[in-house]
């Protein structure tokens, strides 16, 4: 008889541990943005155009412009610098090569060989420094335009056309964008689900608002630490949105599906 009872504890610890491991996980949240950013200058400046709010940008397109006059002016001088350098490279080029043939003839003493020679690389390094001169002139133009750091939306201007910017130490906000490309589901689901959800794993998630069925996902990440307060977890669920037709900011409910 002990060992009938032995055999019915194993097999009711076995059913219950089934019925555990075969609980379906779910769990409430809200979409959020993948990434919200915040967009500044370093550069003091008047803001002369802004992206305006809600507008789709792609990375790499402009989003903020600041008065760039002065440093346009700036290239222009630069260039003048390079081609005026340039000209003079020539002109001793020229010179140093006459005088080549010229010292091999006994035309011309060594002291004026010299002469050629210094002038000659004298004016090679002032073209080099023309050109660089140049190029910094470009980046400072290049600088007072504010690139988008990834495929965004606008979402808010902190700064209006016309305001100027003054840095006193490191950035100044203009404008706050968010990648929607894909959205996070962030889910807080019970501690007791601890350790079965898994990075890499399929869910679903229902947005009631959002009208349209069921939305696939994939576990990103996983908080492992519990919080004491709510009794749960953090789980981010990763969802496409390429057409942007999802909002973020709605809540629903994730079901996560067994397996990986």
Not at 50 to 59: F, N
Request: net charge neutral.
């Amino acid at each position: 008889m002990p060992s009938l009872r032995l055999l019915f504890a194993f097999l009711a610890a076995g059913f219950i541990c089934r019925a555990v491991a075969a609980e379906t996980i779910s769990a409430s949240g809200v979409l959020t943005p993948m990434q919200e950013i915040e967009v500044g200058s370093e550069l003091r400046g008047s803001i002369v155009w802004l992206a305006d709010e809600g507008a789709a940008v792609r990375k790499g397109e402009p989003l903020v412009k600041l008065r760039d006059s002065i440093e346009r002016i700036t290239v222009d001088l630069r260039a003048a610098q390079v081609d005026a350098a340039r000209h003079a490279l020539d002109r001793y080029k020229r010179d140093y090569d006459a005088g080549i043939a010229l010292h091999e003839k006994k035309i011309i003493d060594d002291e004026a060989m010299r002469s050629r020679e210094y002038n000659y690389l004298l004016a090679d390094s002032q073209l080099a420094q023309a050109v660089a001169s140049h190029k910094l002139a470009l980046e400072d133009v290049a600088l007072r335009t504010v690139s988008a750091p990834t495929d965004c939306v606008v979402v808010r201007q902190l700064k209006k056309i016309g305001e100027t910017l003054v840095v006193s130490a490191g950035v100044e906000n203009i404008l706050r964008v968010v990648h929607i490309d894909s959205l996070y589901f962030v889910a807080y689901p019970e501690a007791k689900f601890a350790g079965r959800i898994k990075v890499g794993q399929k869910a679903e998630v229902q947005v009631p608002l959002y009208g349209k069925g069921t939305i696939s996902g994939e576990v990103a990440f996983v908080d492992p630490g519990v919080d004491a307060s709510s009794g749960s977890f953090r789980v981010k669920v990763l969802v496409k949105n390429l057409d942007h037709k999802i909002p973020p900011g709605l809540h629903g409910l994730v079901t996560f599906l067994p397996g990986i």
